[in-house]
């Protein structure tokens, strides 16, 4: 087991000798402990009514988000077919959704460290439903993605506010159990999305895609605003407003923007060497570098450096960043494959997502239990990646005539390494930040590292995908006018369910549908690729203690475990 000396130097050249009586380390030759020499508190056996009412708020918001993000995969060629939207604009139905997510998160996570965590966890309930309603009475496109941008904007906040609350509300030294049980609902949410967007669009209508959101959001507002009361943090509005890192969030948010925006259209609307996509893309990418720098200057900066500085925090947050371009890529185009190849309904592609699906879940909760077990997580991680670049590789295995067995199995391998992530991915960095009131933050950074991972993957998973359709299907020649959608990239979603309806003749049919499938296989093979990078970055991460059983300073109100405020390293 590896030894972790960055916590032991920070704290040596710390100028806060209550840091370094707090946080007294010892390594011993076996293992790094770390220990809390400060008063002894005791932690209640049983959890109060309050906590469990308010985890079960946190399952709800954590269900809801998870629906959210991959319902709209199967449903998209209904969609689309059904208001006239092109295939650009039903990929930006769903890439609007995580940019809205990516850059409001860091907003979330700032506002809440500032002003509490309720305000900002109520706006987002709000902000969700409205932007649920819109999505749902959208008559074209243009609304419909406004409707997927406020659902963003809302997602966005419970996403990160449900990870940081339970940082806040639990030890360190139990977190693996209740992050196990959290992955539930999370992955639980993963698996209805397609069944449900599959159900929705042959079955009744998409439009319930947005209105199912409103009950369980309102039972999640319900629960939070009854029992999840947080101690509050007693300071004048104006020194909250004051610390507030208003530039650096305007910063991350314009580059964040520009950044991603040109990626998702390079290939489709504009060449990569075009103005169109090189200017904002430098623009965005410059905008994102000063950010970085700005950083520094804050009084409550949304991207602390101190997160940063030891090898474990930046490993994990890369980690997380190529989780989440994995996991998101893959819940789009898996289903997408199934329709294209096997022409598929929706629902019948939905239904064989399941099991890897399910596999996800189970592997989620076994992971968490076995870091509960052993006390470490590091082989979990690590196992985790093998199977994500191996599951990914078999995909691209999968033509027309392979068998149930094969579809399946292959999604089976790649759900077993995806799932564990959810569970487990969050602990060497909390362990890893010397300040306890520095985990919730951390946390908030990472599901951000993972949803900009998620926007980049989709951005880039588009345009790899309407580049080489393009190529694919320019090698057939020119289509007779009655089938010219079929040689139109950005039409080229929108017009999977047609291939099941088109009168073409066969040996055309077949080399279309090659055109898809090597198209999507480009896709896979740069999940693959995520799968070796993040083996190779989470060899990195270093072995710590998990025993720590300091609470925060936005700990449940009545806890009997006094929040340690010694331990600030601002």
């Known amino acids: 087991m590896e030894y972790l000396e960055d916590g032991k130097e920070a704290l040596a050249n710390s ?4 840091l370094i009586e707090h946080h007294g380390h ?3 030759n076996e293992r790094r402990i770390v220990e809390d020499d400060g008063p002894s508190q005791e932690h209640p056996l049983k959890k109060p009514l309050a906590f469990h009412m308010s985890f079960l708020a946190l399952l709800i918001m954590g269900f809801i988000c998870a629906l959210d993000a991959t319902v ?41 460290n500032v002003f509490g965590r309720l305000l900002p966890l109520y706006a987002s309930f709000v902000l969700f439903m409205i932007g649920s309603i819109v999505f749902a009475v959208a008559q074209d496109m243009t609304v419909l993605i406004v409707g997927r941008v406020l659902q963003g904007l809302g997602a966005g906040g419970l996403d990160v506010l449900n990870e940081i609350i339970l940082a806040d509300i639990t030890t360190l030294k139990e977190r693996p159990m209740y992050l196990g049980i959290f992955a539930i609902p999370m992955l639980g949410g993963t698996v209805l999305g397609p069944v449900t967007g599959g159900l929705f669009a042959e079955y009744a209508s998409w439009r319930w895609i947005g209105w199912i959101n409103l009950p369980i959001s309102t039972i999640g507002l319900a629960l939070a605003i009854l029992f999840l ?27 964040c923007t520009l950044f991603a925006s040109p990626i998702a259209w390079a290939g489709a609307m504009f060449p990569w060497a075009s103005y169109q996509t090189l200017v904002p893309l430098l623009l965005g990418f410059g905008l994102l570098v000063v950010f970085g720098l700005f950083e520094s200057k804050p009084v409550e900066p949304a991207f602390p450096y101190r997160i940063f500085k030891n090898r474990t925090a930046c490993m994990t947050l890369a980690a997380g960043f190529l989780h989440g371009i994995a996991n998101y890529i893959i819940m789009l185009y898996v289903p997408l494959f199934l329709q294209a190849v096997y022409l598929h309904s929706p629902l019948r592609a939905a239904v064989l997502t399941l099991p890897g699906c399910f596999l996800a879940i189970g592997s989620a909760v076994i992971g968490s239990v076995v870091v509960e077990v052993m006390r470490t997580y590091r082989a979990t991680i690590l196992a985790s990646w093998v199977f994500v670049a191996v599951g990914a590789g078999l995909l691209t295995l999968l033509d027309r005539s392979s068998s149930l067995a094969a579809k399946e199995s292959f999604q089976v391998v790649l759900g077993l390494g995806l799932g564990p992530f959810w569970s487990v991915l969050n602990l060497p960095l909390q362990a890893s930040m010397l300040n306890v009131d520095d985990m919730g933050l951390a946390t908030g950074i990472l599901v951000s590292f993972r949803l900009f991972g998620g926007l980049i993957g989709l ?3 588009s345009s790899i995908f309407n580049t080489v359709y393009t190529r694919k299907i320019e090698a057939l020649g020119v289509f007779p006018p009655e089938l010219a ?4 990239a950005r039409e080229a979603v929108a017009s999977i369910h047609l ?19 090597i198209s999507i296989y480009g896709v896979f093979w740069m999940i693959a690729g ?17 025993e720590r059983e300091d609470l925060g300073r936005q700990q449940l109100e009545g806890n009997t475990k006094a929040p340690d405020v010694s331990t600030s390293s601002r």
């Open 459 to 461: 951005a880039l998973s």
């Open 499 to 517: 291939l099941r309806e088109i009168d073409i003749p066969a040996e055309l049919l077949d080399r279309v549908i090659d055109a898809y499938k």
């Open 15 to 18: 100028a806060d000798p209550t």
């Open 485 to 488: 959608f079929l040689g139109d």
């Open 229 to 255: 009361r947080l101690k509050p943090l007693e300071q004048p509005l104006s020194q909250k407003l004051r610390r507030l890192d208003w530039i650096g969030l305007a910063l991350f948010t314009a580059g």
């Open 530 to 546: 995520a799968g070796v990078a993040g083996f190779v970055i989470s060899c990195l991460i270093k072995e710590i203690s998990l």
């Open 26 to 28: 010892e390594l011993s």
């Open 72 to 112: 709209l995969g199967v449903a998209i060629p209904s969609i689309a077919y059904e208001l006239h939207g092109t295939s650009l604009e039903g990929f930006w139905a769903s890439i609007s959704f995580i940019l809205a997510v990516v850059i409001v998160q860091p907003i979330h996570t700032s506002v809440s």
